[in-house]
T-cell receptor
């Protein structure tokens, strides 16, 4: 069975600084990887997903992530964060061809400071 | 296009009382999911429907939890009786299964349940 680790429960960063949110997974088969964002009192919104092809995936709001199979990682990055990026970020993995059987990580709370 | 609708947004009940949550998925989405999200944790799948059939309910505590999606559209999740540990956010999501495609799950805003 697959699992997801997000080592950083909280990441504080100043506005306009770069940020990296780490995600590692374990799986015995090929996986599909996702990053979701959750703003306060809202549902989850898809940022980006890796299915196949290029290991660098670009998403919405200027975020990107890189799939590294050898390190079983899928870290999320943004070169310059904004106050509005303050939210909870969840990494998820699926072994299902349709990406339906998700396992979510515990989440990382990104706090962007002025 | 309307998103996934959930109601109520907040619910406070006393332990041992019943409670029900309602979800209306995005129009045309045949797959519907119920997740449980505890504070400070990621969502955990409770049940997944393909149309009106529950295809994965292995994580649903069936002694007190039940769900239905009678006409393959909206769905209700029920807890009876509720326990203190059931306090959490209950998320509903939907997706449209397309052959050969990995489909995005769209989430509703959730129902925050507090059991006193």
């Amino acid at each position: 069975a697959q699992s997801v680790t997000q080592l950083d429960s909280q990441v504080p960063v100043f506005e306009e600084a770069p940020v990296e949110l780490r995600c590692n997974y374990s799986s015995s088969v090929s996986v599909y990887l996702f990053w979701y964002v959750q703003y306060p009192n809202q549902g989850l919104q898809l940022l980006l997903k890796y299915l196949s092809g290029s290991t660098l995936v670009k998403g919405i709001n200027g975020f990107e992530a890189e799939f590294n199979k050898s390190q079983t990682s899928f870290h999320l990055r943004k070169p310059s964060v904004h106050i509005s990026d303050t939210a909870e970020y969840f990494c998820a993995v699926s072994e299902d061809n349709y990406g339906q059987n998700f396992v979510f990580g515990p989440g990382t709370r990104l706090s962007v400071l002025p | 296009e309307a998103g996934v609708v959930q109601s109520p947004r907040y619910k406070i009940i006393e332990k041992k009382q019943p409670v029900a949550f309602w979800c209306n998925p995005i129009s045309g989405h045949n797959t519907l999911y119920w997740y449980l999200q505890n504070l400070g944790q990621g969502p955990e799948l409770l049940i997944r429907y393909e149309n009106e059939e529950a295809v994965d309910d292995s994580q649903l505590p069936k002694d007190r939890f039940s769900a239905e999606r009678l006409k393959g559209v909206d769905s209700t999740l029920k807890i009876q009786p509720a326990e203190l540990g059931d306090s959490a956010v209950y998320l509903c999501a939907s997706s449209s299964r397309t052959s050969g495609s990995t489909d995005t799950q769209y989430f509703g805003p959730g129902t925050r349940l507090t059991v006193l």
